[in-house]
């Protein structure tokens, strides 16, 4: 299994500009989250989803889209890049089984720089 | 909602130190806890987890107890190392449509 990757490792943007960060589980988990992660503060959740089709906003979903046509995948768009979205961002994911325990598997992180 | 409340850092401590993190949780029911370890330019890996009251979980020398009366699952570690040099998270696993809940993250430096 490769667990959760994410592409890319590294990114830099102009302010205004727009891309993907892609994420992606092989280990058939129903719950995948991303989370942004600022210099020496904690993880902020910024969309997350139980199920393929199924999404919703976390703590600071503005300037973000997310949209899960498939179970492995869990795509965030980012509309047009600010400087404020500059950060290393987390894709998560895990099963859901009733009554939690459920580990969050985590992927390597995406260092975003918006210029 | 829930939410997970863990003692603000930085700890720095000297190498074979005792080590206490707290955290204390708010949630319906009875969680699961988990405590979770992000070292340096790493993404977050599973630490320890406990899934019902009074359960101890433990890894690499670390444990929590799963305090119900308290609502608390402190991290402790008898003798650190240089090598726990790491950012420290507690958290409640996401249930159902309620999503996973960090506390904001303790860092630790040993230091020799």
């Known amino acids: 299994n490769a667990g959760v990757t994410q592409t890319p490792k590294f990114q830099v943007l102009k302010t205004g500009q727009s891309m993907t960060l892609q994420c992606a589980q092989d280990?058939?988990?129903?719950?995948m989250s991303w989370y942004r992660q600022d210099p020496g503060m904690g993880l902020r959740l910024i969309h997350y989803?139980?199920?393929?089709?199924?999404?919703d906003q976390g703590e600071v979903p503005n300037g973000y889209n997310v949209s899960r046509s498939t179970t492995e995948d869990f795509p965030l768009r980012l509309l047009s890049a600010a400087p404020s979205q500059t950060s290393v961002y987390f894709c998560?994911?895990?099963?859901?089984?009733?009554?939690?325990?459920?580990?969050?598997?985590f992927g390597p992180g995406t260092r975003l720089t918006v210029l | 909602g829930n939410s997970v409340t863990q003692m603000e850092g930085p700890v720095t401590l000297s190498e074979e130190a005792f080590l206490t993190i707290n955290c204390t949780y708010t949630?319906?029911?009875?969680?699961?806890l988990f405590w979770y370890v992000q070292y340096p330019g790493e993404g977050l890996q599973l630490l320890l987890k406990?899934?019902?009251?009074?359960d101890k979980g433990s890894n690499k020398g670390f444990e929590a107890t799963y305090r119900k009366e308290t609502t608390s699952f402190h991290l402790e570690k008898g003798s650190v190392q240089v090598s726990d040099s790491a950012v420290y998270f507690c958290?409640?696993?996401?249930?159902?449509?309620?999503?996973?809940?960090f506390g904001k993250g303790t860092r630790l430096s040993v230091i020799a």
């Open positions: 989803s139980v199920g393929a089709g199924i999404t």
């Open positions: 958290a409640l696993p996401p249930s159902g449509n309620t999503p996973l809940v």
């Open positions: 406990a899934t019902k009251a009074d």
């Open positions: 280990m058939n988990h129903e719950y």
């Open positions: 998560a994911s895990s099963k859901v089984r009733a009554g939690g325990g459920n580990e969050q598997f």
């Open positions: 949630a319906t029911g009875y969680p699961s």
